[in-house]
């Protein structure tokens, strides 16, 4: 089982969760939402286990905290993951623009610099700009567009420009995203649940509710049973680690723990 896109350190009670995971030997990113949460997130991923952690600064929050890039800058080289990174054009987040670009292309630029990295990035309301920004940094590396929700002619740019796509449950009960992951390539695609933020049952999603987007997509997609979806999944997750490493070689970094 997958989630590609967790905030474990935001639950109530991490260590159980964490606990949760390694005994479901779950494959799990752990993305931040801060520079400064980065070492005690990081810590939370047991020796052995399937844990990735991803270093980020969430656009939502890019204002408050844009005085910790040089944080980001500094751990950059810990991990080949980022995230959670990108924009936010909400109309509570607008008024914040600037900075939100001010932060993102900085983030670009870095992993640029850095041989490039996997990034699980936000596009609410702002997949246009997302994108711009992506053509922009070319060399920033392999972007994973989590909880996409762009229109369908984002979807195609964002197909053509190589990205990838996370999705959850919560995700699928809109029909709107049920007809854009028709349309994602398949071999792109990987489950996340966004907890604890997105809701599942009136409660807060759980790393392995990923295995009811498992589920889903097979339904969605038809032609497959969840058995050869979940083979899909995990085989698209081998070939995105791969990716990683070779781009943590390519750094002159340690691939091993990717």
Aim: proline residues 6%; negative net charge.
């Amino acid at each position: 089982m997958i989630d590609f896109h967790a905030h474990l350190d935001l639950y109530p009670d991490p260590k159980m969760i964490v606990k949760e995971i390694v005994e479901r030997g779950m494959y799990v990113l752990s993305v931040t939402t801060t520079p400064s949460a980065w070492k005690g997130t990081s810590a939370l991923a047991t020796p052995g286990s399937r844990i990735r952690t991803a270093l980020g600064l969430h656009p939502q929050i890019a204002h408050e905290r844009v005085g910790e890039l040089p944080l980001f800058d500094l751990h950059l080289h810990e991990t080949m993951y980022v995230g959670e990174i990108g924009l936010d054009g909400g109309p509570e987040f607008k008024p914040h623009w600037q900075t939100q670009l001010t932060v993102f292309d900085h983030i670009l630029n870095a992993c640029s610099l850095a041989g490039g990295r996997v990034m699980s990035i936000h596009s609410r309301r702002a997949a246009p700009a997302v994108l711009d920004r992506l053509v922009a940094f070319p060399g920033a590396g392999t972007p994973v567009l989590h909880w996409f929700s762009g229109g369908k002619r984002d979807l195609q740019r964002a197909v053509a420009l190589g990205c990838w796509f996370s999705v959850g449950p919560a995700m699928l009960v809109s029909e709107k995203a049920r007809a854009l992951v028709r349309d994602m390539p398949r071999d792109r695609v990987l489950t996340e649940t966004d907890g604890p933020f997105a809701q599942i049952g009136g409660g807060s999603a759980k790393p392995w509710d990923a295995g009811g987007a498992t589920t889903q997509l097979a339904e969605l997609w038809g032609d497959m049973t969840e058995e050869e979806t979940d083979r899909l999944l995990h085989a698209n997750l081998r070939r995105l680690v791969a990716i990683a490493a070779a781009g943590r070689a390519k750094s002159g970094q340690d691939a091993g723990d990717c």
